[in-house]
Antibody, heavy 119, light 112 residues
Framework: QVQLQESGPGLVKPSETLSLTCTVS????????WAWIRQPAGKGLEWIGR???????KYNPSLTSRVTMSVDTSKNQFYLKLNSLTAADTAMYYC?????????????WGQGTVVTVSS | DIVMTQSPDSLAVSLGERATINCKSS????????????FAWYQQKPGQPPKLLIYWASTRESGVPDRFSGSGSGTDFTLTISSLQAEDVAVYYCQQYYRTPTFGGGTKVEIK
């Protein structure tokens, strides 16, 4: 069965860069689109962006100046970098798989990783 | 951005009764190219990631019970749970994927 697992630091200092990894198992990362979505505690969901098997990316316009996504097909992993962090970036960060019928509907999600931005 | 507005913010329904959640988009998410609504519903239980329930506004994801149904087109959409079960207690989110994906603010469903 398809599983996604996020990993990365739980605590990052303001102005620094967040780096997260999503490890995919049960399916080749070459087969679908892959996304990052975040959710501040007790709040709604925000799409950060997506990456394809070839590395083609699309980002949320509100974050595009600070976001970089990439993929490593040999490791079946994809990545998120978010720079110039502030407290507003504190959230649960999910990686998710684009569905077979539409890349921006998400049929499999990781359990999420909590990221706190604080000095 | 397309803004998604859900109503109500929360509702309490008796077991076995119908629950109805509404979502309105700030512009149409119906494609004239393929006549599909680029719209989905998700369920999020406490401590869990969201789970895809419905896509293309009315197509149930595999394994989703048939008490969940989606309807609507253009800018107005509805998620109906025909007979609420205890395991349906959750927050429900709508999402459009016609443009940059955006989500509604969520509707919390509880047992009355």
């Amino acid at each position: 069965q398809v599983q996604l697992q996020e990993s990365g630091p739980g605590l990052v200092k303001p102005s620094e860069t967040l780096s997260l990894t999503c490890t995919v198992s049960g399916v080749s990362i070459s087969s679908y689109y892959w996304a990052w979505i975040r959710q501040p505690a007790g709040k709604g969901l925000e799409w950060i962006g997506r990456v394809s098997k070839s590395g083609t990316t699309k980002y949320n316009p509100s974050l595009t100046s600070r976001v970089t996504m990439s993929v490593d097909t040999s490791k079946n992993q994809f990545y998120l970098k978010l720079n110039s962090l502030t407290a507003a970036d504190t959230a649960m960060y999910y990686c998710a798989k684009g569905s077979p019928y539409e890349e921006d509907a998400f049929d499999i999600w990781g359990q999420g990783t909590v990221v706190t931005v604080s000095s | 951005d397309i803004v998604m507005t859900q109503s109500p913010d929360s509702l309490a329904v008796s077991l076995g009764e119908r629950a109805t959640i509404n979502c309105k988009s700030s512009q149409s998410v119906l494609s004239s190219f393929n006549n599909k609504n680029y719209f989905a519903w998700y369920q999020q239980k406490p401590g869990q990631p969201p789970k895809l329930l419905i896509y293309w506004a009315s197509t149930r994801e595999s394994g989703v019970p048939d008490r969940f149904s989606g309807s609507g087109s253009g800018t107005d959409f509805t998620l109906t749970i025909s007979s609420l079960q205890a395991e349906d207690v959750a927050v429900y989110y709508c999402q459009q994927y016609y443009r940059t994906p955006t989500f509604g603010g969520g509707t919390k469903v509880e047992i009355k």
